[in-house]
């Protein structure tokens, strides 16, 4: 059975830092693109960052660059998104994607 499973999310003050991570099973990671995904209240899905299956390239959205890094873990089957500098419109359910399989979501929820 295919499964991704989020966590890391939490409550942080501004200018904190989280780090999610989205474990798989069921399939191996090695061979996909993984993306982060995000969903802020009464808005759409957006894309926040993923990273290539082969040579390991990254893409972030601009709202995300300088501050968010995803990296990948294959011997883990994990995938991870290091978020620094967290703003409060960084407030959101995250998402992790491999082609149509979508994990639980994680709540990132930035405020003072």
């Known amino acids: 059975q295919v499964q991704l499973v989020e966590s890391g999310g939490g409550l942080v003050q501004p200018g904190g830092s989280l780090r999610l991570s989205c474990a798989a099973s069921?399939?191996?990671?090695?061979?996909?693109?993984i993306g982060w995904f995000r969903q802020a209240p009464g808005k759409e899905r957006e894309g926040v960052s993923c990273?290539?299956?082969?040579?390991?390239?990254?893409y972030y959205a601009d709202s995300t660059k300088g501050r968010f890094t995803i990296s990948r873990d294959n011997a883990k089957n994990t995938v991870y998104l290091q978020m620094n500098g967290l703003k409060p419109e960084d407030t959101a359910v995250y998402y992790c994607?491999?082609?149509?399989?979508w994990g639980q979501g994680t709540q990132v929820t930035v405020s003072s």
């Open positions: 994607n491999v082609q149509t399989n």
């Open positions: 069921g399939f191996t990671l090695d061979y996909y693109a």
């Open positions: 990273i290539s299956s082969s040579d390991g390239s990254t």
